[in-house]
């Protein structure tokens, strides 16, 4: 898990944050109808990726510290500011009602952005027609007249890359950094371009060379700049020469972004109570930055420090006293303290697991690993479905106690490897509908099923390889998603559904699936 576990706390987002503002009026949505504005385009985010925080000085000074968001369903790229709220981060939209970048060409696909060397923001752009899987393009797909309809299907191969610049800012010379030795690399510690400080940084800690570790100490105690400060402090702890007296010196620091920085690099002393560093610390509950406060308590929970809980329960009584912000570092604990509850019940389970059967133990735990990199995004972490942007549903249905899932492996697997599509259960309707998983491997997929199937309170036999090489090869003709009320009247035979596979077979492989490429349809 994360280090300080996954959290989210209300108001993180701004209230119409979640709404986007394309200018093309296109219907080509996953979901259909419902994810369409009035007079069309895109209604929700539904597509991020590649965002990134720009830190570059060749584009106006405003921008500096913005979130962007890539949003290629939409065809745009929002901007949002971000700011940090007594300890808790906000992102809001910089515009009214519309958004930073955003295209009327149906082809633009931005999916990624970043910093560039030379101060400007670089946007990657799939430059493509169709972005959705082409089990969702096929003929009586609501996608497949949409794409037909704009010409969708015929931009291919198009990729493209763009440098965003401002006429009046000077360009960059061009990097030589390899070249550079670690007492010149530590001078760009203090550039304005985030990403000339994050390259000499890295390359610093690549060589290794302690011999500048008495500059990089006086720069994390004297530069006037508290980036660089901060900058400094970090090298210097990824040299391995991080001492008590320098953090203890920086826990008092001017900035509170450089306290907390402190705080994380002393954690490995707080695991050993260490008394110096313990003293130095303790202040820091009563930080006037709420933020300070909240790194400190869940750096004591994180560690494992036996005053823990006796110096948060003080450091909160003491803030109330002092009327200094309280409701979001108690929050936060909060948060981080049923995840690490969660985790540990989760470590229990499998460790009860692995004594009753090592090799069930050692299926589900990878399937629970592939679950949290490919599941996730529709059915939530908890099994209980992934949340809408507008918070009052799900993206897809629950898995937990779902009769689908714990039915026989013929049921399942005909689910996995081609698709559902709804109305479901009582004429519920979801924005995403179960995709193909007939490009997965089975041994791989098999694991996600078996641990979803004894997960968050479910109770079924593992499904093996095998009983997913069958299915695939009965349904080898299938080109289209099966419907609820189609699989409500198939049967099973009840044998078949009941056997408990070996060991040996749920982690044996069976056929080689061949890579699929993306199509509009069969």
């Given at each position: 898990?994360?280090?300080?576990?996954?959290?989210?706390?209300?108001?993180?987002?701004?209230?119409?944050?979640?709404?986007?503002?394309?200018?093309?009026?296109?219907?080509?949505?996953?979901?259909?109808?419902?994810?369409?504005?009035?007079?069309?385009?895109?209604?929700?985010?539904?597509?991020?990726?590649?965002?990134?925080?720009?830190?570059?000085?060749?584009?106006?000074?405003?921008?500096?510290?913005?979130?962007?968001?890539?949003?290629?369903?939409?065809?745009l790229i929002r901007r949002?500011?971000?700011?940090?709220?007594?300890?808790?981060?906000?992102?809001?939209?910089?515009?009214?009602?519309?958004?930073?970048?955003?295209?009327?060409?149906?082809?633009?696909?931005?999916?990624?952005?970043?910093?560039?060397?030379?101060?400007?923001?670089?946007?990657?752009?799939m430059y493509h027609g169709?972005?959705?899987?082409?089990?969702?393009?096929?003929?009586?797909?609501?996608?497949?007249?949409?794409?037909?309809?704009?010409?969708?299907?015929?931009?291919?191969?198009?990729?493209?890359?763009?440098?965003?610049?401002?006429?009046?800012?000077?360009?960059?010379?061009?990097?030589?950094?390899?070249?550079?030795?670690?007492?010149?690399?530590?001078?760009?510690?203090?550039?304005?371009?985030?990403?000339?400080?994050?390259?000499?940084?890295?390359?610093?800690?690549?060589?290794?060379?302690?011999?500048?570790?008495?500059?990089?100490?006086?720069?994390?105690?004297?530069?006037?700049?508290?980036?660089?400060?901060?900058?400094?402090?970090?090298?210097?702890?990824?040299?391995?020469?991080?001492?008590?007296?320098?953090?203890?010196?920086?826990?008092?620091?001017?900035?509170?972004?450089?306290?907390?920085?402190?705080?994380?690099?002393?954690?490995?002393?707080?695991?050993?109570?260490?008394?110096?560093?313990?003293?130095?610390?303790?202040?820091?509950?009563?930080?006037?930055?709420?933020?300070?406060?909240?790194?400190?308590?869940?750096?004591?929970?994180?560690?494992?420090?036996?005053?823990?809980?006796?110096?948060?329960?003080?450091?909160?009584?003491?803030?109330?006293?002092?009327?200094?912000?309280?409701?979001?570092?108690?929050?936060?604990?909060?948060?981080?303290?049923?995840?690490?509850?969660?985790?540990?019940?989760?470590?229990?389970?499998?460790?009860?697991?692995?004594?009753?059967?090592?090799?069930?133990?050692?299926?589900?735990?990878?399937?629970?690993?592939?679950?949290?990199?490919?599941?996730?995004?529709?059915?939530?972490?908890?099994?209980?479905?992934?949340?809408?942007?507008?918070?009052?549903?799900?993206?897809?249905?629950?898995?937990?106690?779902?009769?689908?899932?714990?039915?026989?492996?013929?049921?399942?697997?005909?689910?996995?490897?081609?698709?559902?599509?709804?109305?479901?259960?009582?004429?519920?309707?979801?924005?995403?509908?179960?995709?193909?998983?007939?490009?997965?491997?089975?041994?791989?997929?098999?694991?996600?099923?078996?641990?979803?199937?004894?997960?968050?309170?479910?109770?079924?036999?593992?499904?093996?390889?095998?009983?997913?090489?069958?299915?695939?090869?009965?349904?080898?003709?299938?080109?289209?998603?099966?419907?609820?009320?189609?699989?409500?009247?198939?049967?099973f035979p009840a044998s078949?559904?009941?056997?408990?596979?070996?060991?040996?077979?749920?982690?044996?492989?069976?056929?080689?699936?061949?890579?699929?490429?993306?199509?509009?349809?069969?």
């Open positions: 898990m994360p280090q300080y576990a996954n959290i989210e706390l209300p108001g993180e987002l701004s209230d119409d944050f979640m709404e986007v503002y394309p200018i093309l009026p296109t219907t080509d949505m996953q979901g259909g109808l419902r994810r369409v504005k009035a007079g069309g385009g895109l209604s929700h985010f539904t597509g991020c990726a590649g965002g990134c925080i720009f830190r570059g000085d060749a584009l106006p000074h405003d921008l500096y510290g913005d979130y962007i968001l890539p949003e290629p369903v939409g065809r949002a500011k971000v700011q940090d709220i007594d300890g808790k981060i906000v992102i809001s939209n910089a515009y009214h009602q519309q958004e930073f970048i955003a295209s009327m060409d149906a082809n633009f696909r931005p999916v990624w952005t970043a910093t560039g060397p030379d101060g400007c923001m670089y946007i990657c752009d169709i972005i959705q899987e082409s089990h969702w393009t096929m003929e009586d797909s609501f996608l497949r007249p949409q794409i037909l309809k704009y010409g969708l299907q015929k931009n291919i191969n198009a990729g493209r890359i763009y440098r965003l610049v401002y006429d009046d800012m000077p360009r960059r010379s061009t990097p030589h950094m390899l070249e550079e030795t670690p007492a010149q690399l530590v001078q760009h510690l203090s550039d304005p371009n985030g990403w000339w400080r994050d390259t000499a940084q890295k390359l610093i800690i690549v060589r290794g060379d302690k011999s500048i570790v008495p500059t990089l100490r006086s720069m994390a105690e004297h530069d006037s700049n508290p980036i660089t400060r901060l900058h400094a402090l970090w090298t210097v702890d990824g040299l391995n020469s991080i001492d008590s007296e320098l953090l203890i010196e920086k826990l008092q620091d001017t900035d509170p972004r450089v306290r907390c920085a402190a705080i994380r690099i002393a954690e490995p002393l707080m695991v050993k109570n260490d008394p110096k560093v313990m003293a130095a610390i303790k202040p820091l509950g009563m930080d006037s930055d709420a933020g300070v406060a909240e790194q400190l308590c869940v750096s004591l929970i994180y560690t494992k420090n036996p005053q823990a809980q006796s110096l948060i329960k003080g450091f909160f009584a003491a803030r109330e006293k002092a009327q200094l912000a309280l409701a979001n570092p108690k929050l936060v604990v909060k948060k981080y303290e049923d995840e690490l509850a969660k985790a540990a019940e989760a470590e229990r389970k499998q460790k009860e697991l692995e004594k009753q059967n090592a090799g069930l133990a050692a299926i589900v735990a990878q399937g629970r690993a592939n679950y949290l990199q490919t599941c996730i995004a529709c059915h939530g972490v908890d099994g209980k479905g992934a949340p809408t942007p507008d918070k009052i549903g799900t993206l897809a249905p629950p898995l937990v106690g779902s009769k689908r899932l714990t039915a026989s492996p013929e049921l399942v697997g005909r689910i996995v490897l081609h698709g559902l599509v709804g109305p479901h259960d009582n004429g519920k309707m979801y924005p995403n509908e179960m995709a193909s998983f007939a490009w997965a491997d089975d041994v791989w997929l098999s694991s996600i099923l078996t641990y979803a199937r004894q997960e968050w309170g479910n109770s079924a036999p593992p499904i093996t390889p095998q009983q997913l090489a069958r299915v695939r090869e009965e349904t080898a003709k299938r080109v289209k998603p099966f419907t609820v009320a189609e699989l409500a009247t198939m049967h078949r559904a009941a056997t408990r596979p070996s060991t040996t077979q749920l982690a044996t492989p069976t056929t080689k699936t061949a890579a699929v490429t993306p199509r509009l349809g069969p």
